[in-house]
């Protein structure tokens, strides 16, 4: 049966793709077949295949071959790096579940594990009434929470991780991710995470190091989600 987790983040820009790739490396050295998705992208640019997203492109290079199709990595591309609700409505494209899962499945089908990265922080909106936490809640996907370390980054841990278990989500656990080399009393903020949030960390992901070299700071076996 296909393992699936979804990865949330305390905010936009925090390093959620980087901390998927690291993780799809982690896993991939397991001895699993394992593949990215990103649901939703806005801030697409244009090519002659279509709009592609970074992100998911970054995503979609991490997995194992053979690779799906760009479509079912990031099924609801759009251009403008806007909240998806406002890139949405100004592309006339109402974002949905059910396209969304279908590409979901379509991966389950041909991979042993779906690292799915969510768009924003937990409590973005994608369209009326529907958020990117309805993704990991509409298919039961476990979570991963991954804290951008940077000041300010202890209460949005804090608060976001509330916010996973009061959705009814799992949290299997957080990863650190080193995303301000200046950050001052980084080992105390560290601490104080550990201590603070009820849940394992996975890791402490260092700036500037490839997901291919810090896939060894996470254990991917410990993941058996």
Partial sequence: MTRALFIAGTDTGIGKTHAACTLIHALRATGRSVCGMKPVASGCEQTAQGLRNDDALALLAAGSEPSPAYEQVNPVALREPLSPHLAAAHAGVTIALPP???????????????????????????????????????????????????LGCLSHALLTAQAIAADGCRLLGWIGNRVDPQMAAVEENIDTLRTLLPIPCLG????????????????????DV
């Fill in 100 to 150: 969304l899962h279908t590409a979901f499945r379509a991966l389950c089908n041909s991979y042993d594990t779906v690292v799915v990265e969510g768009v924003g922080g937990w409590r973005v909106p994608l369209a009326a009434g529907l958020f990117a936490s309805d993704i990991a809640k509409a298919w039961t996907l476990p979570v991963v929470l991954v804290v951008g370390l940077r």
């Fill in 204 to 223: 402490i992901l260092p700036y500037g190091v490839s997901p291919e070299n810090a896939a060894r700071l996470l254990d991917g076996v410990a993941l």
